[in-house]
């Protein structure tokens, strides 16, 4: 099933066809109607190009081409330091035609040339013209003042004259740039060909002497700068060194050798082997004493590595041995009371006191011995204390010279790199190249760049058009007013029941009939034979569209026809139809006459409202006006009520129960077109039917410039018909 074949439907795309096929007829047709008005501003739109052909002088174009390598900068510096911030090489293109345009190379092209100095050039046609009208018009103190007011006066200083040069030199130059080829495209345009080489030479040759003289100078300033930082580091250097001096004479600190220790930690190691040494000979002097003590205790006899090998230790014992086994024997042969052994005894006691008291001095000698290696262990130990002391000061004083040196070796360092640079920055001073080079200077143009007459006369003769066809198109559109049947049901969507010519410019003749006719239609179209209206309102968007007459003239026409009307004018404060009658004569001239005038007019009663806005605001809910409207009904076949214009008056809303119909009259080309759909949608919230549309004042001549496709195109086109019928 297909949902979208209604959307399809041949018939829409046949609706839009034909909306677009009129718009296009409609704007070709207001291109016809304002033929006159457009051909008269394309003629005068190329007389001014032919006069600007004329007056105007012709100019000269001449161009310079700066050529950019940006890869010369970074080598140039030597390996410098370069900056962190990477820009692209169309931006420093876009940079350097910046500074090309600016004011200071303006003034400086100025100055170069002596353009601030000399005469100005003479004048062109056209200036003299206008100078010499100007000294004719305006006297000398008018046109000084004028003069000084716009700063051009004699006052003028020498740097607002240059200024004013400058300004004029830049208003003709443009500079282009290329940033894929990174070129920039000087261009001087000027009347003058030899000037315009000449000016637009001067450009590239002041930018590139800019340039070479800004590099030239930061290379000076940066040599200069490096200069004083490498004197004041080699002030440093020197007070370090002094410093490192002074400290050595002071400390009388010595450096480390090539094994990384100095005198003092050797004197280190060597006493503390010293003491472990004498630490050992402590112990065993020690525990050679307690054997001793500890023999001599129990009775017994040391040994003798404990008595240190004494002789007379030993010759004592050897003695004592003797008496002992003398004494033995004589005891086995003689007996105890033998007196030799008496004396053996006390040989043997006086060998054993001498042994005690001789044990007794190797002990003490052993004591001697023990204090003697605690006090050399104990000196050892107190140099071991001074000789640490020592050392660590020692650490600390290194620690301090280590640092003075540190300083000194940075501040060679310092002093080697500022030299280095400061000779760098010296060579790139003098060798500095330039990022750009004039790749091909300006010669002096042969030929005009201005347009050629024809191209010219050409631009002045579309202009011309698409000017004249602007105007035409902005008179048509303030025209809004409605001027064909057709107009009405595609923006309102209502019938247009009668087109009534004005009958102004025709009062007798063939026109009159075609304005019978006209009516006759309406009245036809607007009461059919089954069911026809009785109360007909007949109402318009804003005064003076014509309701009386077109009221007057379907009365005339439906008493011809039998008809009894009654025209009721419901407008505030208006003669009486009856004794105003508009245009009688002429309608009388105009209808058909159907037995006497008299007899005609008694069958048209007409009924007026006396009062006004002010003072008659209830006349429509009065009940005497019901009693009459019944008793009209009654009387009447139709009754035409004649009210008030429907958005300036609420007549309408309070005849909305009595009107059978609505007739809406709207004046041809002048009511706004907006007007009358505000008034329809009004009519159609107040649910009154509006039975149709009249088009009253047509003129028949003026409507045929705008090629409607109405009645009244058929009324223009067949006259004959009309004087064959007369």
């Given at each position: 099933?297909?949902?979208?074949?209604?959307?399809?439907?041949?018939?829409?795309?046949?609706?839009?066809s034909?909306?677009?096929?009129?718009?296009?007829?409609?704007?070709?047709?207001?291109?016809?109607?304002r033929?006159?008005l457009?051909?008269?501003?394309?003629?005068?739109?190329v007389?001014?190009?032919?006069?600007?052909?004329?007056v105007?002088?012709?100019?000269y174009?001449?161009?310079?081409?700066?050529?950019?390598?940006?890869t010369?900068?970074?080598?140039?510096?030597?390996?410098?330091?370069?900056?962190?911030?990477?820009?692209?090489?169309?931006?420093?293109?876009?940079?350097?035609a910046?500074?090309?345009?600016?004011l200071?190379?303006?003034?400086?092209?100025?100055?170069?040339?002596?353009?601030?100095?000399?005469?100005?050039?003479p004048?062109?046609?056209?200036?003299?013209?206008?100078?010499?009208?100007?000294?004719?018009?305006?006297?000398?103190?008018?046109?000084?003042?004028?003069?000084?007011?716009?700063?051009?006066?004699?006052?003028?200083?020498?740097?607002?004259?240059r200024?004013?040069?400058?300004?004029?030199?830049?208003?003709?130059?443009?500079?282009?740039?290329?940033?894929?080829?990174?070129?920039?495209?000087l261009?001087?345009?000027?009347?003058?060909?030899?000037?315009?080489?000449?000016?637009?030479?001067?450009?590239?040759?002041?930018?590139?002497?800019?340039?070479?003289?800004?590099?030239?100078?930061?290379?000076?300033?940066?040599?200069?700068?490096?200069?004083?930082?490498?004197?004041?580091?080699?002030?440093?250097?020197?007070?370090?060194?002094?410093e490192?001096?002074?400290?050595?004479?002071?400390?009388?600190?010595?450096?480390l050798?090539?094994?990384?220790?100095?005198?003092?930690?050797?004197?280190?190691?060597?006493?503390?082997?010293?003491?472990?040494?004498?630490?050992?000979?402590r112990?065993?002097?020690?525990?050679?004493?307690r054997?001793?003590?500890?023999?001599i205790?129990?009775?017994?006899?040391?040994?003798?590595?404990?008595?240190?090998?004494?002789?007379?230790?030993?010759?004592?014992?050897?003695?004592?041995?003797?008496?002992?086994?003398?004494?033995?024997?004589?005891?086995?042969?003689?007996?105890?009371r033998?007196?030799a052994?008496t004396?053996?005894?006390?040989?043997?006691?006086?060998?054993?006191?001498?042994?005690?008291?001789?044990?007794?001095q190797?002990?003490?000698?052993?004591?001697?011995?023990?204090?003697?290696?605690?006090?050399?262990?104990?000196?050892?130990?107190?140099?071991?204390?001074?000789?640490?002391?020592?050392?660590?000061?020692?650490?600390g004083?290194?620690?301090?010279?280590?640092?003075?040196?540190?300083?000194?070796?940075?501040?060679?360092?310092?002093?080697?790199?500022?030299?280095?640079?400061?000779?760098?920055?010296?060579?790139?001073s003098e060798?500095?190249?330039?990022?750009?080079?004039?790749?091909?200077?300006?010669e002096v143009?042969?030929?005009?760049?201005?347009?050629?007459p024809?191209?010219?006369?050409?631009?002045?003769?579309?202009?011309?058009?698409?000017?004249?066809?602007?105007l035409?198109?902005?008179?048509?559109?303030?025209?809004?007013?409605?001027?064909?049947?057709?107009?009405?049901?595609l923006?309102?969507?209502s019938?247009?029941?009668?087109l009534?010519?004005?009958?102004e410019?025709?009062?007798?003749?063939?026109?009159?009939?075609?304005?019978?006719?006209?009516?006759?239609?309406?009245?036809?179209?607007?009461?059919?034979?089954t069911?026809?209206?009785?109360?007909?309102l007949?109402?318009?968007?804003?005064?003076?569209?014509?309701?009386?007459?077109?009221a007057?003239?379907m009365?005339?026409?439906?008493?011809?026809m039998?008809?009894?009307?009654?025209?009721?004018?419901?407008?505030?404060?208006?003669?009486?139809?009856?004794?105003n009658?508009?245009?009688?004569?002429?309608?009388?001239?105009?209808?058909?006459?159907v037995?006497?005038?008299?007899?005609?007019?008694?069958s048209?009663?007409?009924?007026?409202?006396?009062?006004?806005?002010?003072?008659?605001?209830?006349?429509?809910?009065?009940?005497?006006?019901?009693?009459?409207?019944?008793e009209?009904?009654?009387?009447?076949?139709?009754?035409?009520?004649?009210?008030?214009p429907v958005?300036?008056?609420?007549?309408?809303?309070?005849?909305?129960?009595h009107a059978?119909?609505?007739?809406?009259?709207?004046?041809?080309?002048?009511?706004?077109?907006?007007?009358?759909?505000?008034?329809?949608?009004?009519?159609t919230?107040?649910?009154?039917?509006?039975?149709?549309?009249?088009?009253?004042?047509?003129?028949?001549?003026?409507?045929?410039?705008?090629?409607?496709t109405?009645?009244?195109?058929?009324?223009?086109?067949?006259?004959?018909?009309?004087?064959?019928s007369?």
């Amino acid at each position: 099933m297909d949902f979208f074949s209604e959307m399809r439907a041949p018939r829409q795309s046949q609706a839009l066809s034909r909306y677009y096929d009129a718009a296009t007829f409609d704007f070709l047709s207001m291109l016809w109607r304002r033929r006159g008005l457009i051909l008269g501003v394309t003629c005068g739109a190329v007389l001014v190009a032919a006069l600007a052909l004329v007056v105007m002088p012709r100019r000269y174009a001449t161009d310079l081409v700066l050529q950019f390598d940006f890869t010369r900068d970074d080598t140039a510096g030597g390996g410098g330091k370069s900056s962190s911030v990477a820009l692209e090489a169309s931006t420093l293109v876009e940079s350097e035609a910046r500074i090309i345009r600016s004011l200071a190379t303006a003034r400086a092209v100025v100055s170069r040339l002596g353009l601030d100095k000399v005469s100005e050039k003479p004048a062109s046609s056209l200036s003299s013209l206008v100078a010499g009208g100007v000294d004719l018009v305006f006297p000398p103190w008018v046109r000084e003042t004028a003069r000084e007011f716009v700063g051009l006066g004699g006052s003028t200083s020498p740097p607002a004259l240059r200024d004013v040069v400058a300004q004029g030199l830049l208003s003709s130059l443009t500079v282009g740039n290329d940033s894929k080829a990174y070129l920039v495209t000087l261009t001087y345009r000027d009347t003058d060909p030899d000037r315009a080489a000449l000016i637009v030479n001067a450009f590239g040759t002041e930018y590139l002497r800019r340039k070479m003289e800004a590099s030239t100078s930061a290379s000076q300033r940066s040599s200069q700068w490096y200069g004083v930082q490498a004197q004041e580091a080699r002030i440093n250097l020197a007070r370090i060194e002094k410093e490192i001096e002074e400290f050595r004479v002071r400390t009388g600190f010595v450096e480390l050798g090539q094994d990384g220790a100095d005198m003092q930690q050797q004197q280190l190691r060597d006493v503390l082997t010293q003491i472990n040494a004498a630490s050992a000979t402590r112990l065993a002097e020690e525990m050679r004493l307690r054997r001793a003590q500890e023999s001599i205790a129990a009775g017994n006899v040391p040994q003798a590595t404990d008595l240190g090998g004494s002789p007379v230790v030993q010759a004592l014992l050897d003695e004592e041995g003797k008496a002992r086994r003398a004494l033995d024997e004589m005891i086995s042969m003689a007996g105890d009371r033998h007196p030799a052994v008496t004396r053996l005894r006390l040989t043997l006691t006086s060998v054993q006191d001498r042994l005690k008291k001789q044990l007794a001095q190797s002990v003490a000698n052993i004591e001697t011995d023990v204090q003697a290696a605690r006090a050399t262990e104990t000196a050892l130990s107190a140099r071991v204390a001074t000789l640490q002391t020592k050392s660590i000061e020692a650490r600390g004083l290194e620690g301090q010279l280590r640092t003075l040196q540190a300083e000194a070796t940075a501040a060679r360092d310092r002093v080697k790199q500022l030299s280095d640079a400061q000779q760098q920055a010296s060579a790139v001073s003098e060798l500095r190249p330039v990022i750009a080079q004039i790749l091909a200077p300006a010669e002096v143009p042969s030929l005009p760049n201005t347009p050629g007459p024809g191209l010219v006369l050409s631009l002045g003769l579309l202009t011309g058009l698409a000017a004249g066809a602007t105007l035409s198109f902005m008179l048509e559109k303030r025209d809004r007013g409605f001027r064909s049947e057709s107009e009405f049901a595609l923006e309102n969507h209502s019938s247009c029941v009668g087109l009534l010519p004005k009958l102004e410019h025709y009062p007798n003749g063939l026109e009159s009939l075609v304005f019978a006719e006209a009516v006759r239609s309406t009245v036809a179209e607007l009461f059919p034979p089954t069911n026809p209206p009785k109360v007909v309102l007949i109402t318009s968007s804003a005064p003076g569209e014509g309701k009386s007459f077109v009221a007057s003239a379907m009365a005339r026409v439906l008493t011809v026809m039998g008809q009894r009307v009654l025209v009721v004018d419901g407008s505030p404060r208006r003669l009486l139809l009856g004794e105003n009658f508009p245009h009688e004569a002429l309608l009388d001239q105009c209808l058909p006459q159907v037995g006497d005038s008299d007899s005609a007019a008694t069958s048209i009663a007409t009924v007026r409202r006396a009062s006004g806005l002010r003072d008659g605001q209830n006349v429509y809910s009065n009940p005497a006006f019901e009693a009459m409207l019944r008793e009209a009904r009654a009387r009447y076949d139709v009754i035409l009520f004649e009210v008030a214009p429907v958005l300036l008056s609420a007549d309408c809303a309070l005849l909305r129960e009595h009107a059978d119909t609505v007739l809406h009259v709207v004046k041809w080309n002048d009511t706004l077109r907006t007007t009358v759909s505000a008034t329809l949608d009004h009519l159609t919230r107040l649910g009154l039917d509006v039975g149709g549309i009249v088009l009253n004042g047509v003129d028949l001549e003026e409507q045929g410039r705008y090629n409607a496709t109405d009645r009244g195109q058929a009324y223009r086109n067949y006259k004959s018909f009309y004087q064959a019928s007369a």
